[in-house]
């Protein structure tokens, strides 16, 4: 059951790939579009769990304050993205270390920290899908080592999100909220967090607003990678509630590619070259391996 809610989890963060692919061909990759979608991301994420939530908000103490630190974390990669893509201009290597430090940190740590068990299997179905995420973003292009650095950032930063995410899950110490309860505080924290640096940025850069000239079309689109990532995210948490670190997000980063691709040849038109049916067939195989 763990590895259909596992799969399902998989397929919505292909989906919320896709409207963010969707937002940035429509308003670009400006800061002030970026902070834009991520502060009306964490206020729909907010409304929508708030309401699955019967209008509760579960506020205990540690689940705020783990929910805070997740904020900022994802607030400080959004901010190393963007940098990465004003001095690069290439996507690739932002999702390639935010999607690599996002499932190889807590293998790590759930081998080191949390006593799961190493198997070879698992090693092996990992290295698969590393190598299958570089080739999918890998354009060929030369780093800088500023750039380098930044990347370096993102993979810490992402890896840490999913180490927070599961100490939250399987803490038995303190009280804390459930899955949908700390989406619905995750969304809030963001909103709080990317709110006050949008409105910076708003008041500094105010002639990038008619980047956003179409806010119902942008709104739409918010509200469905919100819908999309806050379940996705929910699902996540239940599966660190019974799975190990070291099945979790190595699956569901390998899953997410899989899904990506195909998404991105339904919906996108994209063609399957060589490299990215091989990166799909890697990350599928390595995937498998966790089962």
Known sequence: M?????????LLLGITFAFNKLYQIAYGASPYAAFFF???LGLTTLAAFWAIKGFKLELYPYSCIMAGIEGILVISYNIFGFKILKSSGSMSMYT?????????????????FLNEPFTYMRTIGLILII??????NLKGSK????????????FLLNGCVSIVSKMHQIQTIYKTADSSGFVALSGMFKFLIAGTVFLI??????????????????????AAAAVASGLSFMLQ?????ELPATVLYPFVTGGSIV??????GIVFKEKFSLRLILSVALCFIGTIFFI
């Open 259 to 264: 899904f990506s691709a195909v998404i991105g």
């Open 38 to 40: 991520n502060t009306l």
């Open 143 to 154: 780093t800088k080592w500023n750039q380098a650095l930044m990347c370096g950032a993102v």
């Open 131 to 136: 190598v299958g995420v570089v080739l999918s």
């Open 201 to 222: 940025i708003k008041n500094r850069n105010a002639e990038q607003n008619i980047r956003i000239n179409n806010k119902p079309k942008a709104i739409s689109i918010i």
């Open 237 to 241: 948490l239940k599966g660190a509630s």
């Open 96 to 112: 390639l270390s935010l999607m690599t430090g996002g499932m190889v940190l807590p293998y790590i740590w759930g081998i080191v």
């Open 2 to 10: 763990y590895y259909l809610i596992l799969i399902f989890s998989a």
